[in-house]
């Protein structure tokens, strides 16, 4: 990856959760922020992006339906391949892993669930992993974060200057992250993002800074700030 020749990019947005904590009536990525799917805002960045080549989106067995008529139908997309989810986020990445175009040379992985993401952190991104083959988005980590016991009593403060909260895009060399999905398959590890497997072959991966407002819409407050966000930044929606 030294030379910085344009390779094929693909995206593998995961949309298969379930939504356990938003506690909605339909799955997370077909809840409305603005009249607009939030899945939707999600792949209009990277679908309007020209560093990306094509969109694996990843989704549940029993929504392929509601995906077309409420998202793939009404925004027009061109370069989206749906691929059915898995039991875990790791699965249904490595279901989009498998799926993606034999050229593809450079894979990022972002939560169908961050629908604030910039196109300028997703270039940012590709044009990092280009020269370091592993890189995920973080912001600096604002509170005080203290590592605590089994019986909740705080066993210490790490240094905040060393600490990030990560996000996503996670983008690496294709083949990179395939090894490690699958010796994470091997190994039994189960990991809440990709650049932890990665982590696992011993590859150094970098931080590329992104926004605090690229938040993962998880509980019900988080509608709230989206849309405050959205409105506040996005007024072209
Ligand atoms: N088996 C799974 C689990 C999660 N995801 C996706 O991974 C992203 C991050 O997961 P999270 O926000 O935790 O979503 P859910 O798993 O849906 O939420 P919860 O944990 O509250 O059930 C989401 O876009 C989600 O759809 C996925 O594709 N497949
Ligand atoms: C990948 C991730 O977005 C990094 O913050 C996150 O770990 C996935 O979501 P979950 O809430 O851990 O399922």
Same mark, same amino acid.
């Given at each position: 990856?030294?030379?910085?020749?344009?390779?094929?990019?693909?995206?593998?947005?995961?949309?298969?959760?379930?939504?356990?904590?938003?506690?909605?009536?339909?799955?997370?990525?077909?809840?409305?922020?603005?009249?607009?799917?939030?899945?939707?805002?999600?792949?209009?960045?990277?679908?309007?992006?020209?560093?990306?080549?094509?969109? !694996? +989106?990843?989704?549940?067995? &029993?929504?392929? @339906?509601?995906?077309?008529?409420? $998202?793939?139908? *009404?925004?027009?997309?061109?370069?989206?391949?749906?691929?059915?989810?898995?039991?875990?986020?790791?699965?249904?990445?490595?279901?989009?892993?498998?799926?993606?175009?034999?050229?593809?040379?450079?894979?990022?992985?972002?939560?169908?669930?961050?629908?604030?993401?910039?196109?300028?952190? !997703? +270039?940012?991104?590709?044009? &990092?992993?280009? @020269?370091?083959?592993?890189?995920? $988005?973080?912001? *600096?980590?604002?509170?005080?974060?203290?590592?605590?016991?089994?019986?909740?009593?705080?066993?210490?403060?790490?240094?905040?200057?060393?600490?990030?909260?990560?996000?996503?895009?996670?983008?690496f060399a294709y083949a990179l992250l395939k090894e490690a999905h699958e010796r994470a398959i091997e190994l039994g590890i189960e990991g809440t993002d990709d650049a932890f497997l990665v982590e696992h072959l011993n590859c150094p991966v970098k931080i590329?800074?992104?926004?605090?407002?690229n938040i993962k819409i998880t509980t019900p407050e988080d509608l709230i700030i989206a849309e405050a966000i959205i409105k506040r930044f996005?007024?072209?929606?």
């Open positions: 990856m030294a030379n910085k020749e344009r390779l094929f990019t693909s995206v593998i947005i995961p949309a298969a959760g379930q939504g356990r904590r938003m506690n909605a009536t339909i799955n997370k990525p077909y809840l409305a922020i603005n009249g607009k799917p939030i899945l939707a805002y999600t792949l209009d960045v990277f679908e309007k992006c020209p560093l990306i080549d094509e969109i !694996i +989106v990843v989704i549940n067995k &029993d929504e392929f @339906e509601i995906c077309r008529q409420e $998202v793939l139908k *009404p925004f027009h997309y061109k370069k989206i391949k749906l691929v059915e989810g898995g039991t875990t986020r790791q699965k249904s990445v490595y279901n989009g892993l498998l799926a993606v175009n034999p050229q593809t040379g450079i894979v990022m992985t972002h939560d169908g669930a961050r629908p604030m993401i910039e196109e300028s952190v !997703i +270039v940012k991104s590709i044009h &990092d992993t280009m @020269e370091y083959k592993a890189t995920v $988005v973080g912001v *600096p980590a604002k509170n005080t974060i203290k590592v605590i016991n089994a019986e909740g009593f705080v066993e210490y403060t790490p240094n905040r200057d060393y600490l990030v909260e990560i996000q996503t895009p996670q983008t590329v800074i992104g926004h605090y407002t996005q007024k072209d929606v």
